[in-house]
């Protein structure tokens, strides 16, 4: 018995073609879903470029405005004097020093203990149940408000827990409180506390920066000084640091830029807003220019608008100035990876 002949078009119910030649296409789906994702490619490029510009026109417009606002009343007046009452007579001496005192008392506890907890973290410790639960702690803790800092900074720092009681008599105080060396437990709102309190904000910020920038060293230049005879210790102070060092200073600048204009957790931690005298030692008042800025930009005068846009503007000046201190510090301590 012969099978049936091939049909005599030349065609195949399936294959299309039995000639040897090659096979058309089914349909033109696959091209459309090409141009689609093309199409939607470019659209979301253009929105993001669409929104980094309006983002950035309204940057612009805004440190304009503050500088069209300011200008006329910065002077060396109006920094070197203490506020007053009066627009004119106006000044942010203590804000000013007191923001310094608490930014550096915050980036020199907080950048060591952030940095070292990473290290130990990423390096050191084993993976096991316990360090993946700090690890999910320390992720949370990056997401919480800063007031609440503010509440647990008036408790731990400020307070101590109520252990020494509630009173100021009840101070245990050592040395001449109007020297250097004079320590009060507990802290009160002092210009420790605010700095310690701080430090809990931007803490998260630190240590998970860090662990990004250790993870993104090659691991082969870890195995090759191990291989070398180094112990874990000389690898990480001697190889992993230096070329994790960009990483880590660009997140200590975003943290301490953070640091500079935060005002909730002072404001519950009892910083002040009208001060005549600057820090003198770690027990000292203090106020911040955040909230001293909050308090003239909330007065009805045009007045004392106009000297918070000149307070916004020296506190840009500070921001600049932690930032560059901490780009040169990187620039010094970069080691290129060959």
């Not at 180094?230 to 001697?238: D, Y």
């Not at 100035?321 to 780009?327: D, E, H, K, P, T």
Request: hydrophobic share 50%; glycine share 10%.
């Amino acid at each position: 018995m012969s099978s049936a002949p091939p049909p005599s078009n030349g065609t195949s119910g399936v294959s299309g073609r039995t000639d040897g030649g090659p096979v058309p296409l089914a349909s033109s789906a696959p091209y459309r879903s090409v141009a689609r994702r093309v199409f939607v490619n470019r659209a979301f490029l253009w929105a993001c470029l669409i929104t980094t510009n309006i983002a950035v026109v309204v940057l612009a417009v805004l440190l304009i405005s503050i500088f069209w606002q300011g200008w006329d009343t910065l002077s060396w007046k109006f920094i070197t004097s203490f506020a007053s009452r009066k627009p004119a007579d106006a000044g942010i001496l203590a804000p000013l020093m007191g923001s310094l005192w608490v930014c550096t008392i915050c980036g020199l506890v907080a950048l060591p203990l952030g940095i070292g907890t990473a290290i130990y973290l990423e390096e050191f410790s084993k993976r096991s149940r316990f360090t993946r639960i700090v690890q999910t702690n320390i992720m949370n803790l990056a997401g919480v408000p800063s007031i609440v800092y503010g509440i647990l900074g008036l408790t731990a720092f400020a307070r101590m827990f109520g252990a020494f009681g509630t009173n100021v008599d009840d101070a245990i105080a050592v040395g001449n409180g109007e020297g250097l060396l004079y320590l009060r437990l507990p802290f009160g709102s002092s210009v420790l506390a605010g700095g310690l309190t701080l430090m809990l904000v931007i803490l998260p910020v630190v240590i998970i920066s860090t662990q990004e920038a250790l993870r993104a060293v090659p691991s082969s230049l870890r195995a090759g000084a191990l291989a070398l005879g180094a112990t874990p210790w000389q690898t990480v102070w001697g190889i992993t640091l230096p070329a994790a060092i960009p990483g880590i200073m660009t997140g200590a600048i975003l943290s301490m830029s953070r640091a500079i204009g935060e005002s909730a957790p002072l404001l519950v931690l009892g910083g002040l807003l009208l001060v005549f005298n600057t820090p003198t030692n770690l027990m000292s008042d203090f106020a911040i220019l955040p909230l001293q800025i909050y308090n003239w930009a909330g007065r009805p005068q045009d007045a004392f608008h106009a000297i918070a846009a000149s307070a916004i503007i020296v506190q840009l000046g500070v921001l600049f100035l932690f930032n560059g201190i901490a780009v040169l510090i990187r620039q010094k301590l970069q080691k290129p990876l060959q």
